[in-house]
Every structure is written in C-alpha cells, then in structure tokens.
C-alpha cells in the first residue's frame, strides 16, 4: 500500500500542467440534482450573512461583527459581497473552508466590483445586468467579455462549494466560459457573475478565464484620455474630501524623485507608499456619521482595517484624474499538494483596486500591508508547478543544512542518471516486476531532471545579474546569500521591511552591511539616485566572507 501512494503521489506532482491540453468536458453539478435542494429564486443579491433569526432585509452593512447602528451580523460571512458594504463595521471572522478549487494558475478569486463611493463604503450604482442562457443540451455558458490588446492566458478552474455562499460567482478575471448548473446567469456592469440560486455544500462549476497578462511596460504607455463613461463612474469622489485627498497625493507622489506621471507607475507607487507609511490598526475607533473614511485614513489614523487601504488607494487615484473602482474576492487559499486543490476560506476574503488602461482594461493593485503588492495571477504559473510545491513543502520540514545536503545528493543522483538509460531500458523490457520497476525509476528520473532543471536556472540567474545596473545586481546577490541563509525575503516584503525582519537573526556588522545595500537599493529604484558602485561591492563581500559567522 505504501508502495502504491508513493508511486502515485509521484506520478501526480509530475504531470505537467499545460494549458489547453484538457477534455473539454468539465465538472459541473447536475441540474436535477439542484432541484432537488428546493432553493428559492433569487432576485439581485443574497448575501446569507445578512439574513438570519427573521431579518429578511439586506442592509448591506456587512458581517463579522457589530454594526454602527448597533446590528448584530454574522461571523461567518464576508461583510463585502453583496451590493453595499459598509467599511465603518467592527469584528472577526471565524475561519472555516468555503470552497476548493482546482485551477492551472493560483488566482485571485474575483466576487464583487463596485463604482461608487458613499463616504463609509460603496455600493454598486448601477442594477442593470445582462442575462446570459445556455442552450438545453449543454452546461456551457459563453460570457461576453471585454477586448482588450494585452496578451492572455487560458485558465481552467473547477470550484467545489463545501460551506453556504452567496449567489454570486467567484472566477479569475475575464471569464469567457462557464459550466454551471442553472439555466441563466447575469453578468452586471461591473463584470461580476451572479446566480439565480444561492451556493450551496455539494455544488460544482467550472470557468475558463482569459485572464491578461500584466506588462509593465504596455500598461506604461497606455493612453490617459478616456471616455466619458469611464470618468463619469469612475472618478466620482465627494465633494467635500477632494481637494484635501488630491493635495495629499500629489505630495505623496512629489516625494519621488524621479518623476511619475503615468498611471500605472502612479498606481504602484502610492500601493507601495501605504504599505510602508501606513499600519493596520485593529483598534480603529467605530466613526461618526459625519467622518470620511478615507480622511480619517489619512489624515487622523494613519491607516485603518485592511480593506480600507484598498478604498483608500481607489480613492486617491481618482482624485489625481486615474479611474479606478474597488473589487472584492478570495485569494488563492492554502495550497494543499497532495489533492492539488486550493482550499479557500471565508477569512481569504479582501478588497482590492482595480485600476483602468485604455485598450487593456481593468487591473489590480493590492496596497494591504503583508499582502503581494499584485494579486496571483497567470504570472505565477508553471508548468510544473505542482511539483515545484511538493518539494518545496517537503523541504519546508529540514533546515536549511539538510536541504543543501539533499540538492546536492540528487544533483550527484541526476549525472549518474545518464549512464543508467540503457540499463533502465533493459530492465523496462524484463516482464513485469521490471516494468514495476522501471516505472517507479522513471518517476525518479523525472524529479531528478526538475532539480537539474533548478540548478541550471541557478546559472542562468548568475547570467542575468550580470547584466543588471551594478546596485540592482549587488541587491539582488545579498538576497540570494540571505536565502541560502535561511532567511527569504517575501514578494509582500520592501526592501526596508525585510532588512528590518532580519534584526533578530544578525549581529550589528552584518546588519550595518545589509541596511547600506538596503537603502542604497531604494534610494536607487524609488529615487533615482545613484551611489558609487565601488562603496557597495565590499559591503557585500564583506557579508559573503563573513556568512558562516553571522547569526
């Protein structure tokens, strides 16, 4: 039996995952097995927080928690899904798994978009949404979707429902498919999908997302001028807190520099500026009727809940003329590499800004500090990504010692594979304890050759910061020694977060090396100036001689 789990687990986290190359006959819930549950039609949105013990009305207020007008909400459901979400709430959710899905790529779960700002939250201003009906013989749903001249990436996910939701639809973004079990869906103006039924523990969909790939550059470029639609929906901010928030942008922004003028580059410099300048404050005083939110934010707090960054960033794009609305969804969830699902809790739930580019349309930046400054998406993705996890969540369980140890045994194991294919091939052709055999080797094989695929691209990153401006290049090298160390810097971490994160594990000379190539390295990238080349470079041999003595 053990031999049998050990082959399989093998053979599934070495089966390359490539888009397209799937049946294109896909997990969907049976219509009859739906009616069966007996549920009601829905009308709009039904968030299932919002109604209980006889409160038939959806306020919109939100859960987890108490609201400021002193009503009891639902601990379990995300306050934000549903057509107005009030920010000014207080309390916690009590995590539980709501769904697992099996996706290409890990994503962002996209739920809810909306366009209007209230002072205290949003809600969405326009109810008008389009129906879409799939033909009798088919649970395919074709969606209409916006073009856009960005490239895209295919993305196939299989959501399996385990806890109560509303009857709105997460996908990635840009959805093109969907296998679902109801004869109708609507898609509203803020391209989220809505069910005419609530989810329910047992119900399975599946969507194909055309999801855009993010190029800096392109989006760089893109043109400022939009249309009056756009603008119309998308820069309306109150009256009352325009002026002030514009002038604190523009201050925010002057602080660069290096100029920036363009919206994308705009976009991650103030998601970026919240981040280091700004804190959660799980204290946050319930405020008066009379505050703004993103006032109070800035100006008297310095931060807020975390989804209030996220109102906070939308709101100073659009006072500096940006159009931007704010999307609410799931992040990817814990991976779990022996089911390859990801499992999503309600506690995933987050808000995000969604930014607007001519002729490529709509993307997200995440301000939350300790979150991903880009939500996942398709630029994560690999082929072989499942085994990429599976060994590391393997080797997540030794030190790093042990892990050096195993790399290089198997980069031993891998040179000695070449010599062993005739041998193999032989034993392949022996009967069938051979082929056992040889199958259980050639599973082997295949992790051996991902590990001397790791090692080469080890090289080819050696070649790619040669060719990189000299202070870029040296930072990079003092956070491939600080891995190898142990110590990871985090895609959520800035450069200044992650040195300060290493005080604990260093003695003062290391750390006096680290904050000079540190500041350096910002000063460099968010500033535009530069320091000599000749000053760094013994900073971090200096770290490199003295490795097996820090710490």
């Keep these: 039996m053990l031999l049998i789990v050990t082959l399989g687990l093998a053979i599934f986290a070495s089966l390359p995952r490539v888009p397209g190359y799937q049946l294109r006959t896909f997990p969907v819930s049976a219509s009859n097995q739906v009616a069966e549950a007996d549920r009601p039609e829905i009308n709009g949105i039904a968030n299932p927080g919002y109604v209980r013990e006889g409160n038939a009305e959806s306020d919109g207020e939100g859960s987890g928690g108490r609201g400021s007008d002193g009503t009891e909400l639902d601990d379990t459901f995300y306050y934000g899904f549903n057509t107005k979400i009030n920010q000014n709430l207080r309390g916690q959710m009590q995590p539980r798994v709501v769904m697992r899905v099996r996706s290409q790529a890990a994503g962002f779960w996209r739920v809810l978009g909306f366009d209007r700002y209230t002072g205290h939250g949003w809600e969405i201003s326009r109810e008008q949404t389009a129906t879409v ?30 806890s109560e939701l509303p009857n709105i639809i997460p996908a990635m973004t840009q959805p093109k ?32 997302s055309k999801v855009p790939l993010r190029d800096r550059t392109q989006l760089g470029q893109a043109r400022s001028e939009y249309i009056a639609s756009i603008e119309d929906k998308y820069l309306q901010i109150p009256s009352s807190i325009a002026a002030r928030v514009r002038q604190k942008t523009e201050e925010i922004l002057a602080k660069s520099q290096k100029p920036v003028t363009v919206p994308y580059e705009q976009a991650l410099y103030l998601a970026q500026y919240l981040k280091q300048h700004y804190t959660i404050q799980p204290n946050l005083p319930v405020l008066d009727e009379e505050q703004d939110l993103v006032e109070a934010f800035l100006f008297d707090y310095e931060g807020g809940y975390p989804d209030h960054f996220s109102t906070v960033l939308t709101i100073m794009l659009r006072s500096i003329g940006v159009p931007a609305r704010l999307a609410v969804g799931l992040g990817p969830g814990e991976f779990n590499p022996f089911t390859g699902l990801y499992e999503v809790r309600n506690s995933d739930a987050y808000a995000v800004t969604e930014v607007y580019f001519p002729d490529y349309g709509w993307f997200a930046f995440d301000p939350i500090p300790g979150h991903e400054l880009i939500p996942p998406s398709v630029e994560d993705y690999q082929t072989f990504g499942v085994l990429r996890q599976f060994w590391h969540w393997v080797a997540g369980w ?46 082997g094989l295949a992790f051996l050759g991902w590990l001397g695929g790791n090692l080469l691209g080890r090289w080819l990153h050696s070649q790619k910061l040669a060719k990189l401006p000299p202070i870029e290049s040296v930072y990079q090298q003092m956070l491939d020694l600080l891995k190898a160390q142990g110590y990871p810097k985090h895609p959520a971490q800035t450069p200044l977060e992650y040195a300060t994160a290493l005080r604990p594990h260093y003695h003062s000379e290391a750390l006096g ?38 710490g």
């Design 513 to 550: 090396a680290i904050d000079e190539i540190s500041q350096a390295y910002v000063l460099w990238r968010y500033g535009g100036k530069e320091t000599s080349y000749n000053l760094l470079r013994p900073r971090l041999q200096h770290l490199i001689r003295g490795s097996s003595g820090f």
């Design 133 to 162: 009906e799939r033909p009798s013989w088919s649970y395919r749903f074709f969606l209409p979707s916006r073009p856009t001249q960005a490239q895209t990436r295919e993305v196939v996910q299989t959501y399996s429902i385990v």
């Design 177 to 208: 498919q969907l296998f679902f079990f109801t004869k109708k869906v609507e898609v509203d103006a803020e391209d989220s999908l809505r069910s005419p039924l609530g989810l329910l523990d047992g119900d399975t969909y599946t969507a194909i």
């Design 398 to 443: 030794f030190p790093s010692p042990v892990r050096n140890l195993l790399a290089t045994l198997f980069g031993g194991i891998f040179r000695w594979a070449g010599q062993s294919l005739i041998w193999l091939w032989r034993l392949f052709t022996s009967g069938w304890v051979g082929l056992l055999t040889g199958l259980m080797l050639a599973c």
